[in-house]
């Protein structure tokens, strides 16, 4: 099974893994450019589903048919961590842009209003020099789905409601059928998001490391409440390996090389810090006792002999 979130035609797809012959494929209609890496989930005497995050929604298919289930809403335009599970509950974070964050939200005129009364040549696009604000003008390159370096109707809808979705994690509790919004989102934060990490839980500590701020967030998976945040020792960081547990302890690489081994529990005092002096993109794997970590460079084990 296949997600290709992309500017125009998304689709989840299925192909048969003998014979690669396409068994079937649903549109994405509200998915636009996207990177979340899917899961899969089995709820409790049911069949299993793929849980999908996507622009704007959290979406369950079944996998033997390619039917959309259920769906959740508020999530950010543009998707690229991979959730998170603890029980029946999926943990998905997301972060478009800084205007998403609290308190930074910019209006955007309704497409009605932006094309009637900004359009001056009347072709049905808005050019660069049409944008009604700098803002859209500066938003354009990304926000012009059809690639065509103007505003179509549809790119300007996007827009619209790329600003007007939230940066946040959201705690969602799985199953069900059709919008499940009103009733599924458990909780949802809004402070310190990463864009590209996805959370860890570790004895019962949500983890999120942001990747632009260095700001480090632990909070209680069950209710939202945020148990520490700040930043790690040793200056200004910024991390895109995503956080992992082993041998009772959090390991958090940051992008200088700095490899940061946690105790359990909400704490940002380090037991240790490896610094391996070299670029760190990667996110470690464990594996029967090791721990290897790529950087720009070099591939490192370390464990026991
Ligand atoms: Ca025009
Ligand atoms: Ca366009």
Redesign the pocket.
Known sequence: ILVCDQSTNSFIAAWDKKTGKKLWQTTRVEAKSGHSTPILWTPRGGKQQVIVPGSFLLSAYDPDNGERIWWVGGLSFEMKSTPVVKGDIVYINGFGSPENNPGSKIPVMTTDEAFSK??????????SD?SPTPHAKSYLSFMDLDGDK?YSRADWDYYKAAMESDNGMLAIQMGGKGDMTSKSVKWKYHRGIPQLPSPLIFENVLYMVNDGGGIVTMLNPDTGELLKQGRLPGGSNTFYASPVAGDGKVYVASEKGQVFVLPPGPNLEPLMVNDLADGIYATPALMDGRIYLRTLNTLYCFGKA
């Open positions: 900004f359009d001056a040549n009347k072709d049905g696009k808005l050019s049409e103007m």
